[in-house]
């Protein structure tokens, strides 16, 4: 039997704030409901639902899936909950794509949820169990330090400034001031406002880092004979890809992410894109830190290796540019509760390619936009391509 087309017909998001007042079940329902409402649908038409979030002691719940599974919508429905870290806000789509691709569901609902403030300020005390207990945990390691290693890798192989560095920054925090769900978005930043912010591990400082936040996401997914009765504007899922690379990040070269580009090349080959370049209108790559973004338009095979800084020196990657990043805002303006972060992306990609994207949506009629997550043990890379 071949793939059925799956096309995405709805979508809702609740504001990324830090310490939400609303349960993260709560914050789940709110989502999900804004997602129905918005294509005219009710809970009795979802057939499955499936749940991303992070593990479960970001939302400080034990069984966080099961916890979670009414807020979702899941009441006495096939429901599954799936979590790649910082990749699964890009991977619970997928899971929702290939229930309907396969045929086994005409209508699923995807949520995607964290309640980072839970452990405000941060998450690093359930980080700090997941390195190998005998040649890692001993240092005491935290994500921040592992990120600015490989920051620091990235600007000594390709001569990367750190200013450079932080147009990225800048330009995704103008991009989230037009975004109403925003967390941090800021349309007077400069670069010398990220050079002078808080040194946390050299070379990452403050506003290269995305801000621990909370909020929910939920997409509706639908059969192509479902979708083109909802909507005239259906929103294809043409491409989706996944890979795995090696949890030993000692072992990996921290320079460029392959784990991202096996990812992308499956997703781009399901697409029939041959240049990405060229066929890909908008990017949302996943931006954690400023440099993660460059890393990832590189591993995306969206610029040469050491160069996707030049897209946002040239103008490429400005919203009016001829590939906008991160119109969203990415996760270091709207904010970054994780899952929930990486489904935006996804969600953001709707309205863009359906022009209601409001004051930031990309000018030309955009076709084809491409959303990509990476976490775990900075090994996952997950891709989605969508096309109108």
């Known amino acids: 039997m071949s793939m059925r087309k799956v096309a995405v017909v709805g979508a809702g998001?609740?504001?990324f704030v830090r310490r939400a007042q609303e349960t993260a079940k709560e914050l789940s329902w709110q989502a999900t409901h804004m997602a129905l409402e918005s294509c005219e649908m009710t809970m009795d038409d979802i057939e499955g639902v499936c749940m991303g979030t992070a593990p479960d002691s970001f939302d400080g719940v034990h069984m966080n899936g099961e916890?979670?599974?009414d807020g979702a919508g899941a009441w006495r429905k096939p429901y599954m909950r799936s979590y790649v870290g910082g990749g699964t806000g890009v991977f619970v789509p997928i899971q929702g794509w290939y229930h309907i691709a396969?045929?086994?569901f005409d209508v699923v609902l995807v949520v995607a949820e964290e309640k980072m403030s839970s452990y405000y300020p941060h998450a690093q005390a359930a980080f700090l169990t997941i390195f190998d207990h005998t040649t890692e945990r001993a240092l005491k390691p935290n994500l921040l330090w592992i990120f600015a290693m490989e920051m620091n890798r990235y600007m000594t192989t390709y001569g990367v400034s750190k200013e450079d560095i932080a147009r990225v920054s800048v330009q995704h925090k103008h991009n989230a001031a037009k975004h109403?769900?925003?967390l941090l978005g800021d349309a007077d930043l400069t670069v010398e406002d990220v050079l002078n912010s808080e040194m946390l591990a050299w070379p990452v400082q403050r506003y290269d880092v995305s801000p621990v936040s909370d909020g929910a996401v939920a997409i509706v997914l639908a059969a192509e004979h479902v979708a083109k009765r909802i909507t005239d504007k259906p929103v294809w899922i043409e491409g989706v890809g996944w890979n795995l690379d090696t949890a030993y990040w000692t072992n990996r070269?921290?320079?460029y992410p392959r784990y991202v580009e096996y990812a992308a090349r499956q997703a781009y080959e399901m697409a029939g894109i041959t240049e990405p370049r060229k066929q890909i209108h908008i990017a949302e790559p996943y931006d954690p830190f400023d440099y993660k973004a460059l890393h990832h338009l590189e591993g995306l095979q969206l610029a040469d290796r050491g160069k996707a800084v030049e897209l946002y020196l040239d103008g490429t990657a400005a919203l009016d540019g001829n590939m906008p990043v991160c119109p969203s805002g990415g996760l270091l303006g709207t904010g970054n509760p994780i899952a929930a972060a990486g489904l935006m992306k996804i969600a953001e990609l709707?309205?863009?390619l359906r022009g209601e994207a409001g004051e930031r949506q990309v000018a030309g009629s955009p076709k084809r936009g491409l959303a990509q997550a990476w976490g775990d043990l900075m090994q996952?890379?997950?891709?989605?391509?969508?096309g109108n």
């Open 67 to 69: 916890y979670l599974s």
């Open 180 to 182: 109403p769900c925003a």
């Open 253 to 255: 070269d921290l320079v």
């Open 13 to 15: 998001m609740t504001k």
């Open 102 to 104: 396969s045929g086994l």
């Open 350 to 352: 709707f309205w863009q």
């Open 380 to 386: 996952v890379g997950t891709v989605v391509i969508m």
